[in-house]
């Protein structure tokens, strides 16, 4: 498998749910275990699969790109909601 990257979506009963960046519709679902590092929900990661195994590398910038983007949206809703 070719290393490709993925946001860390969800975490659930001891599974990581990924979504394929960037259209985010296909997951990759990793159990926990079989991974290299942990990883925090909405992080944008590289994944490369050897033998079953997932080495996982946090990109940081573009995870707080990331957080900056869905923070500035959440920041304008709530402008928005406290006009109403």
């Known amino acids: 498998?070719?290393?490709?990257?993925?946001?860390?979506d969800r975490i659930e009963d001891g599974y990581a749910v990924f979504l394929k960046y960037p259209d985010e519709e296909e997951q990759l679902i990793i159990l926990q275990s079989a991974m290299n590092k942990p990883v925090e929900v909405g992080a944008r990661v590289q994944i490369e699969e050897v033998d079953g195994f997932y080495y996982i590398d946090i990109l940081k910038e573009e995870t707080e790109q990331r957080r900056a983007n869905m923070q500035h949206l959440m920041d304008k809703l709530r402008k928005r909601t406290n006009r109403n």
């Open 1 to 8: 498998m070719n290393s490709t990257k993925y946001t860390l």
